[in-house]
């Protein structure tokens, strides 16, 4: 059983480009979520995902960023018109459940790291 | 609004100590607690998952034990290898859509 799948694992882009990431969750995972890790900080939340629909997206910026987890394939980050401070490691998430329900640990994907030159 | 806390946030310790990882939330309404590991440059490894009505859960050299009245939890490794070398996050969900908050991490050096 495959874990978390992201890629890429490293992605460079310009300001003012668009970036996409994307996330493979655990087979038989319909949970997801995406977190940030700015460099030197902690991981922060951004959006909680179940297939086709957006849960909690409290941790999104209101402009720029989106996220979908279609029916079919993985879930999508999309960062528009990148700027320097998008820089960071973008992770996925994945659980059978919600997350906080008893006994249903978060499963890590490795992360794309997102370098906006 | 919950916070998560962990202290300390580095600690370098000789090879074959014991040695307490300390995580303290502000809400103790939780129905779990989660210590992950995280590698240099890599993604975050569950450790070890506790629930709300347990005390302390076990995976090998690794104790985790939670009271939920003082809001802590503490990771007990025992005879510390260089290979734990790592950062130690504990992470709590919150609200009811099951968001993991992270404390900052400990960054724990093994020196052989």
């Known amino acids: 059983n495959a874990g978390v799948m992201q890629n890429p694992r490293h992605l460079v882009r310009r300001r003012g480009q668009e970036a996409r990431l994307r996330c493979s969750p655990m087979?038989?995972?319909?949970?997801v979520y995406w977190y940030r890790q700015l460099p030197e900080e902690g991981l922060k939340f951004m959006v909680y995902?179940?297939?086709?629909?957006?849960?909690?997206e409290s941790g999104m910026p209101k402009e720029r960023f989106s996220a979908e987890f279609p029916k079919e394939g993985p879930s999508i980050l999309r960062i528009q018109q990148v700027v320097r401070g998008d820089s960071a490691a973008y992770f996925c998430?994945?659980?059978?459940?919600?997350?906080?329900?008893?006994?249903?640990?978060?499963?890590f994907g490795n992360g794309t790291r997102l370098t906006v030159t | 609004k919950q916070e998560v806390t962990q202290i300390p946030a580095a600690l370098s310790v000789p090879e074959g100590e014991n040695l307490v990882l300390n995580c303290s939330f502000t809400?103790?309404?939780?129905?779990?607690l989660q210590w992950f590991r995280q590698d240099p440059g890599k993604g975050l490894t569950s450790l070890l998952l506790?629930?709300?009505?347990?005390r302390e859960q076990t995976s090998g050299r690794l104790n985790a034990s939670l009271d939920k009245s003082s809001g802590r939890s503490t990771l007990y490794i025992a005879a510390s290898q260089p290979g734990d070398s790592a950062t130690y996050l504990c992470?709590?969900?919150?609200?009811?859509?099951?968001?993991?908050?992270f404390g900052q991490g400990t960054t724990l050096q093994v020196k052989p």
């Open positions: 998430a994945s659980s059978p459940r919600k997350a906080g329900d008893i006994n249903s640990p978060l499963h």
């Open positions: 087979k038989g995972h319909s949970h």
């Open positions: 995902l179940q297939k086709e629909n957006i849960i909690d």
């Open positions: 809400d103790s309404a939780i129905y779990n």
């Open positions: 506790i629930q709300s009505s347990q």
């Open positions: 992470a709590v969900p919150s609200s009811n859509t099951g968001k993991l908050i």
